[in-house]
């Protein structure tokens, strides 16, 4: 089995891979921010953290230039799966709290490891499909978003709103680690992978207990059941493709631990077109206790932009590389649902 470094282990993403590679018998030491979420995921965890197959470390700072200076020197590292970033709209100088966490974070980790973990052989890096999207080309037909696709975007964009910043910090941090591998100087020894997903919906790990640590695209889903979207449906917004976390989960560990071929690939993996409307379709048909609270069939919002009005998408290339079996996107809402009832939505 492999021993693997999956930082950010308490995120929506992360805690779905960390549960798979347990799940699968590999050997993972996770980073968390700090102590109280460490204890829960060894609480999860208790077997695996008694052997020594768990280790969590507290890095409380990404953006801390030796951030990860001493977790990579833990002994028999193969694999890193970086999926540490920061992803809210909560801030007030977009350079210092999105841009210089991701960029400074994606660097420093790839440094350390280049200096202190000669065993890496692959890096996967949690990237998104914001580091593909051009926003001039959102609403426009004639464009096709592939693996190939990179946005435009500038560090003197971020200014211009939330969703651009964030889509700054995403392609500035890819950008960032595919410069540090290809330049010789900085001695990497392993080689790269990043992972561009879009929305990602689906359950929360079980040791994420509370709705303030949901991912930003759950929100939705938790307004929609607190009676948010009755009176109308707000918008799908521009990016309307997903992915189910479990799914991309999978992708992470196939890319990092069992495709050899991916190595210097970008892979952009998404099960296809979702709107807001049909999730809360797929809620009033699946879940009847929420029906005073949701939008009935007559409520106006959140359709699908027409084919003629949005962007096309073509990621073949990654399907046929991971040979990925996507979830339903009703099985992914049902699914979230559940987890969020549980989690007292």
Same mark, same amino acid.
């Given at each position: 089995?492999?021993?693997?470094?999956?930082?950010?282990?308490?995120?929506?993403?992360?805690?779905?891979?960390?549960?798979?590679? @347990?799940?699968?018998?590999? +050997?993972?030491? $996770?980073?968390?921010? $700090?102590?109280?979420?460490?204890?829960?995921?060894?609480?999860?965890?208790?077997?695996? =953290?008694?052997?020594?197959?768990?280790? &969590?470390?507290?890095?409380?700072?990404?953006?801390? *230039?030796?951030?990860?200076?001493?977790? &990579?020197?833990? *002994?028999?590292?193969?694999?890193?799966?970086?999926?540490?970033?920061?992803?809210?709209?909560?801030?007030?100088?977009?350079?210092?709290?999105?841009?210089? *966490?991701?960029?400074?974070?994606?660097?420093?980790?790839?440094?350390?490891?280049?200096?202190?973990?000669?065993?890496?052989?692959?890096?996967?890096?949690?990237?998104?499909?914001?580091?593909?999207?051009?926003?001039?080309?959102?609403?426009?037909?004639?464009?096709?978003?592939?693996?190939?696709?990179?946005?435009?975007?500038?560090?003197?964009?971020?200014?211009?709103?939330?969703?651009?910043?964030?889509?700054?910090?995403?392609?500035? =941090?890819?950008?960032?680690?595919?410069?540090? &591998?290809?330049?010789?100087?900085?001695?990497?020894?392993?080689? @790269?992978?990043?992972?561009?997903?879009?929305?990602?919906?689906?359950?929360?790990?079980?040791? @994420?207990?509370?709705?303030? +640590?949901?991912?930003? +695209?759950?929100?939705?889903?938790?307004?929609?059941?607190?009676?948010?979207?009755?009176?109308?449906?707000?918008?799908?917004?521009?990016?309307?493709?997903?992915?189910?976390?479990?799914? @991309?989960?999978?992708?992470?560990?196939?890319?990092?631990?069992?495709?050899?071929?991916?190595?210097?690939?970008?892979?952009?993996?998404?099960?296809?077109?979702?709107?807001?409307?049909?999730?809360?379709?797929?809620?009033?048909?699946? %879940?009847?206790?929420?029906?005073?609270?949701? *939008?009935?069939?007559?409520?106006?919002?959140?359709?699908?932009?027409?084919?003629?009005?949005?962007?096309? %998408?073509?990621?073949?290339?990654?399907?046929?590389?991971?040979?990925?079996?996507?979830?339903?996107?009703?099985?992914?809402?049902?699914?979230?649902?559940?987890?969020?009832?549980?989690?007292?939505?």
């Amino acid at each position: 089995m492999t021993k693997v470094l999956l930082t950010g282990g308490s995120g929506f993403i992360a805690g779905h891979i960390l549960d798979q590679l @347990l799940a699968k018998g590999h +050997s993972v030491v $996770t980073t968390v921010r $700090t102590e109280e979420k460490a204890a829960k995921i060894r609480e999860s965890y208790p077997s695996q =953290a008694a052997s020594g197959d768990l280790i &969590v470390a507290i890095v409380p700072d990404i953006a801390q *230039p030796d951030a990860f200076d001493e977790v &990579v020197k833990t *002994p028999g590292l193969e694999v890193v799966l970086h999926t540490a970033s920061p992803f809210h709209f909560k801030w007030t100088d977009p350079h210092k709290e999105l841009i210089a *966490p991701a960029v400074v974070g994606t660097t420093s980790i790839l440094r350390a490891i280049a200096r202190d973990a000669p065993a890496v052989r692959r890096v996967v890096v949690t990237s998104s499909f914001a580091a593909i999207i051009d926003e001039a080309h959102i609403s426009d037909p004639a464009t096709t978003f592939t693996e190939a696709s990179w946005n435009p975007v500038t560090a003197d964009d971020a200014h211009r709103s939330p969703a651009t910043a964030y889509r700054a910090s995403k392609t500035l =941090a890819e950008r960032a680690a595919w410069d540090f &591998v290809r330049d010789p100087e900085n001695g990497a020894k392993f080689d @790269l992978v990043t992972i561009n997903p879009p929305m990602v919906f689906g359950p929360v790990v079980h040791y @994420l207990a509370g709705l303030d +640590s949901i991912n930003t +695209s759950n929100e939705r889903v938790v307004d929609c059941l607190k009676g948010k979207w009755k009176d109308e449906v707000p918008s799908t917004g521009a990016a309307v493709i997903w992915v189910d976390v479990r799914d @991309l989960a999978a992708a992470h560990i196939k890319a990092g631990l069992e495709k050899p071929e991916v190595g210097g690939k970008r892979l952009f993996v998404t099960a296809g077109l979702f709107s807001n409307a049909e999730m809360a379709r797929i809620v009033r048909r699946r %879940f009847l206790e929420y029906a005073e609270v949701l *939008p009935t069939e007559q409520t106006k919002g959140g359709e699908l932009p027409a084919e003629g009005e949005r962007f096309g %998408f073509d990621n073949s290339e990654t399907n046929r590389l991971l040979g990925l079996d996507y979830r339903s996107f009703e099985e992914c809402v049902v699914d979230m649902v559940k987890s969020l009832k549980a989690l007292g939505a």
